[in-house]
């Protein structure tokens, strides 16, 4: 994997690439995201999720082939089959971290990987996870950082501060523009500023010249190398010297773990900002909801099967029961089939220390939902017990699920809606409404939707072992391991 960077970065005007960071599940999110879904897959505004966004919003600066997304490989198969669910796959590459280690190694990985591709490639560094609701004036913004980078500053976007938020970092800007590109200042950075307090923020937003961090970074390839080279020199010598998977493995465990903008971004020279005003926010917590949606009247926002009476400036996300609420004043509350949130706006950011509980319990509602997606259609666990699972199944038309054996459970199917085509063994037979076949274990077996319509079967599962893990896959439309 080495790669020799020259002293001095080349003028150039190479091509785009885009690494889109997906590490992490979005704890604060919590119910909603959980291991299995992890928030940059919800659909927390509008029809699609947050990291199809994010890929869509690129282009067409960036083609989805000159996309990278840097995550884990738990996360890389979750984000595939997320790509494929609506039939229009996306395919964009994917560099694996062994761990997470912070944002500098994960930046410095995926800069190896692309300098190596193409020595004179643009690097743009997204998160995952924003949300930007006007494509063309970040298109516009990145358009000026592209020519920024390309004349070898670091580039990163600031944006202008509409409110003193204390839950952003900030970025103090010189007063001079370096120059102007578009339309877009392109100004020297004086210093990040971590979160402030609320008496700071508001001192920064009467004064001028300070922006929201908004983590989106443009730079040469080469040039992020050197600055890594220069500032985190152990990272990059440990990074140059991978040369196959389980070096990368014993490397990356020995690497700091820290941040791009502690690493580098505070330290390097010729660090530039462009003031930016398309519409963000980082979803860093369920109160960044506030920021994105439209509140009522009463500053509430309400989603789903609720009936409030008399609540103040609370966010209430309901699901397919029914909630009511009364007389709530800056409260969020999260409901979802198997698990419920309820905490003060103020104390938001403690969600993330909920989930750690969960995990310590041993509770699985940190780490699966009870209706899961899959790239044929989804499943709902209506019970479970001592050896025994009740699932929902839905298959999309036209769609079938792998052919697939499971050696520690039979399953007896029942279909309620649609037509089910289901091979057992050598048999494959068509069943319709109220019909039922009986699955063995050991047995070769697959479930089909031949028709137009959903096809939607109630499965039965008994054994000693009804786990997911239970399941050898001998064929694939959607290539899973």
């Known amino acids: 994997m080495g790669v020799a960077v020259s002293k001095k970065g080349r003028k150039s005007n190479g091509k785009v690439y885009a690494a889109i960071l997906a590490g992490g599940i979005g704890s ?27 890929i869509r919003r690129l282009s067409p600066l960036v083609s989805p082939e000159r996309v990278m997304i840097v995550t884990n490989s738990k996360q890389a198969e979750i984000i595939r089959l997320h790509l494929s669910y609506d039939g229009k796959e996306l395919n964009p590459g994917y560099i694996i971290e062994p761990m997470g280690k912070n944002t500098a190694p994960a930046i410095g990985l995926a800069a190896m990987e692309l300098y190596k591709k193409d020595p004179d490639a643009v690097m743009a560094v997204l998160p995952a996870d924003h949300v930007i ?17 390309r004349s070898g500053h670091l580039v990163t976007f600031g944006i202008v501060p509409t409110c003193p938020e204390t839950g952003y970092g900030y970025i103090k800007a010189l007063p001079k523009a370096v120059k102007k590109i578009n339309g877009y200042s392109v100004r020297a950075v004086e210093k990040f500023v971590e979160k402030p307090d609320i008496k700071r923020a508001k001192q920064y937003v009467k004064n001028g010249g300070y922006f929201w961090n908004s983590g989106i970074f443009l730079w040469k390839a080469e040039r992020i190398l050197q600055e890594l080279k220069l500032h985190l020199p152990d990272i990059y010598e440990k990074l140059h010297c991978v040369t ?15 941040s791009i903008d502690h690493g580098i971004m505070e330290k390097a020279k010729d660090v530039v900002v462009i003031p930016a005003s398309f519409p963000w926010s980082d979803m ?38 029914a909630v009511a609420t009364i ?13 419920t949130l309820v905490c003060p706006k103020e104390r938001a950011q403690e969600v993330k ?30 019970e479970t ?24 459970r039979s399953e007896h199917w029942v279909v309620i809606s649609g037509t089910a085509r289901v091979q057992r063994g050598e048999e494959i037979v068509d069943l319709t409404i109220n019909q039922s076949t009986y699955i063995p274990k050991g047995v070769k077996h697959r479930l089909e939707n031949p028709g137009t319509t959903p096809l939607e079967i109630i499965e039965v599962q008994s054994g000693k072992h009804v786990e997911e893990e239970d399941i050898v896959r001998f064929d694939d439309d959607f290539k899973r391991k």
């Open 28 to 54: 604060r999110f919590w119910p909603l995201s959980r291991e299995t879904t992890p928030k940059q897959v919800l659909k927390v505004v509008g029809d699609e999720s947050l990291l199809k966004s994010t």
């Open 327 to 339: 007389g709530l004043k800056d409260i969020i509350l999260v409901d979802t089939p198997d698990a």
């Open 133 to 149: 609701n006007d494509g063309k004036q970040f298109r516009d913004a990145m358009k000026a950082g592209i020519e920024a980078a």
């Open 385 to 408: 017990g001592e050896g025994y699972k009740i699932k929902k199944i839905r298959v999309e038309p036209k769609k079938r699920l792998s052919l697939q054996m499971h050696a520690h």
């Open 284 to 321: 860093g917590s369920w109160s960044s909801f506030g920021e994105i949606l439209e509140p009522d009247e009463n500053g509430n926002l309400i989603k789903g099967r609720v009936v409030d009476i008399g609540s103040e400036n609370s966010i209430i996300l309901g699901c397919d029961r």
């Open 353 to 382: 220390d909920v989930v750690n509980i969960l995990k310590k319990k041993g509770y699985v509602e940190h780490e699966i939902h009870r209706t899961v997606e899959r790239p044929w259609g989804s499943y709902t666990l209506l």
């Open 244 to 258: 196959d998977a389980q070096s990368l493995i014993e490397n990356y465990k020995l690497l700091k773990d820290i």
